[in-house]
Structures are given as structure tokens and as C-alpha cells.
């Protein structure tokens, strides 16, 4: 039975046609292996790359998406301020957004968290623990106490972002750091979820726990939001007897 939450996941799709490797791993795209998961679990998924108009974030997209989901890393340049801008304001307004990996420098990410968002970084292949700090947290339902990747890019500490309002899971790696890997935000009326993993030369989004984490985060993140707040000059509900002149 269908969730209702309407998810696009959008992609550079910039790695997978230059780079034979990622190609590989990923034949259809990131994008794709990252929303076939979700539309087998019966969301109403969709997807949208930097080359296509408006980068495939129309309003008419941006209209119909609950939760937009963000993979970005060689052409952050490129993203146009102006989608930038109307992503923002979609987040302030109720859109869920998760970002994955690289995602951390993209415009809309540090904009949102108004930080330089960075990192330690190296491309070794190595193990990556992933373990779950929050175990009641919704986003990790399933997961048992940590997830295990043999090969992934290392982030490390210091990661330049605000204090989380939620850890949900820490990363140590094969070389001896650690990095926040799963954090949760709240802008105006979005809630942004923050997950590490997702390296484009390994196979990190055919993993099933990643899947799982990635499935829990989109059911978390789509906004139930009550009443729109109502800003600026009020009138009074009630009949005020001692008004300034």
C-alpha cells in the first residue's frame, strides 16, 4: 500500500557518465539505486539531475515533493542560486530534505546550516563502523548496533556544522577517526537529515541497511505539520481597554 510521501532524489549524474568505475557500480545511476528501494516500498518516487532544466527542481517538482533527497559532489558550483533558494524556502516551509555524503558542501546544505560544513577527508577504501548513539531514534529502527562497510571514503572530525539537534549515529574508521554521520536538523518547518556514507566508487547504496536507513529517514522526515504560522502585525483577539493613544 502506497505511503503517500512523494520523494525526488536528485544527482549530480556527473561521476557515473565520465567515470568507468562508478559506472560499474552504479550502471543506472546514484540517483536510481538510491530510489528504487523506496518505490518498491511503494513511495511515490521520482528523480532529477544537474544537467536537465532548472535542474529538474521545477516549481511544479518542488510543489510535489514531501521529501527531497540530495547527492552532490564535483559541480556544487553549478547548482543555480536561484533553485538553491527555492529549495531553502520549501524547508522552511515543511519539506523534509536528507543529504548524503559529499552533499555536505553542497549550496543548499550550507545554507541551511550556515557553516563552511567542513571535513577531514581520504580516499583509502577503508573499514567504516557505523554506530547507532540514539537507539530510539526512528531513523535507526532495524538497525542493529552499528553497520559495518568493508571499503568507504573517510570524513573526519572537525566536521564544521551547528550542534545537531539529533545524534543519531557516529562513524569510526579503519585509520583511527571518527565523524558525526547521522544528524538531524530543524529549519522553520523541515526537519534535514545528515548521512555520511555513500562513497561513489563503492557499492555503499546497494547495501540493505543503508537502504533502511535511508527508507527510515524519508517516513521521518515528511512533515505533519499542523496549523501555518501567521506573521507580522496582529490584531487583538480580545477587546483591549487600555490601548496607547
Known amino acids: 500500500m502506497s505511503t503517500g510521501i512523494r520523494v525526488t532524489v536528485w544527482n549530480e549524474y556527473r561521476h557515473e557518465l565520465k567515470n568507468e568505475k562508478v559506472r560499474e557500480v552504479y550502471p543506472n545511476g546514484i540517483h536510481q539505486a538510491i530510489a528504487e528501494p523506496l518505490a518498491e516500498q511503494g513511495h511515490a518516487v521520482r528523480t532529477a539531475t544537474l544537467d536537465e532544466p532548472e535542474h529538474g527542481l521545477t516549481d511544479a517538482v518542488l510543489d510535489a515533493t514531501d521529501v ?10 553549478e547548482v543555480s542560486d536561484a533553485v538553491v533558494a527555492k529549495v531553502v524556502e520549501r524547508v522552511w516551509k515543511g519539506m523534509g530534505l536528507i543529504v548524503l ?8 546544505f550550507k545554507r541551511l546550516m550556515g557553516t563552511s560544513c567542513d571535513l577531514k ?33 573517510m570524513y573526519g572530525e572537525h566536521f564544521d556544522i551547528p550542534t545537531p539537534d539529533e545524534l543519531v549515529m557516529v562513524s569510526w574508521f579503519a585509520g583511527g577517526e571518527v565523524f558525526r554521520s547521522g544528524c538531524t536538523f530543524r529549519r522553520g518547518g523541515g526537519k ?18 543503508i537502504q533502511k536507513v535511508i527508507a527510515n529517514a524519508v ?10 504560522p501567521v506573521y507580522g502585525n496582529a490584531k487583538p483577539l480580545e477587546v483591549l481597554t487600555n490601548q496607547e493613544a
Open 101 to 108: 555524503h559529499s552533499g555536505h558542501f553542497s549550496k543548499v
Open 192 to 209: 534535514i537529515f545528515y548521512f555520511r556514507p555513500g562513497h561513489e566508487t563503492h557499492p555503499t547504496y546497494h547495501n540493505a541497511q
Open 219 to 228: 517516513n521521518w522526515a515528511h512533515s505533519t505539520q499542523g496549523p501555518t
Open 68 to 77: 527531497l533527497i540530495w547527492w552532490g559532489h564535483v559541480a556544487h558550483d
Open 121 to 153: 577527508w581520504r580516499e583509502a577504501g577503508e573499514n567504516e563502523r557505523l554506530w547507532v548513539v540514539d537507539p530510539t531514534h526512528p531513523i535507526v529502527s532495524g538497525i542493529g548496533e552499528y553497520i559495518d562497510l568493508e571499503h568507504e571514503e
